[in-house]
Nanobody
Framework: VQLQASGGGLVQAGGSLRLSCAAS????????MAWFCQAPGKEREFVAA????????FYGDSVKGRFTISRDNAKNTVYLDLNSLKPEDTAVYYC????????????????WGQGTLVTVSS
């Protein structure tokens, strides 16, 4: 599956953004999807994940209550709604896919999008 992330940009602290990740292929609905982020000089970090049917979602501690992951299998797209953004959320955000249940570890994901940059100004 090929993934294309979009929706990043520059936003003020407290603002919101919606990231999208469009997938190619007819088997999108069979994949668990996730978002990771990587800030300059830091390791890639788990943000959120969602099961194949959207029935289960998981979040990193730093984004719980602020970010929401969702998916539309009819559109082959997964979303990440970012609310109450903070300067420390500044990072490149990547979407990823894997067969099987959603996991927290990036090395368990087989397919990756190119990343979209989110910059939060104070």
């Amino acid at each position: 599956v090929q993934l294309q992330a979009s929706g990043g940009g520059l936003v003020q602290a407290g603002g919101s953004l919606r990231l999208s990740c469009a997938a190619s292929g007819r088997t999108f609905s069979s994949y668990s999807m996730a978002w990771f982020c990587q800030a300059p000089g830091k390791e890639r970090e788990f943000v959120a994940a969602i099961s194949w049917n959207g029935g289960s979602t998981f979040y990193g501690d730093s984004v719980k209550g602020r970010f929401t992951i969702s998916r539309d299998n009819a559109k082959n797209t997964v979303y990440l709604d970012l609310n109450s953004l903070k300067p420390e959320d500044t990072a490149v955000y990547y979407c990823a896919a894997r067969s099987g249940p959603p996991l927290y570890s990036d090395y368990m994901y087989n397919y990756w999008g190119q990343g979209t940059l989110v910059t939060v100004s104070s």
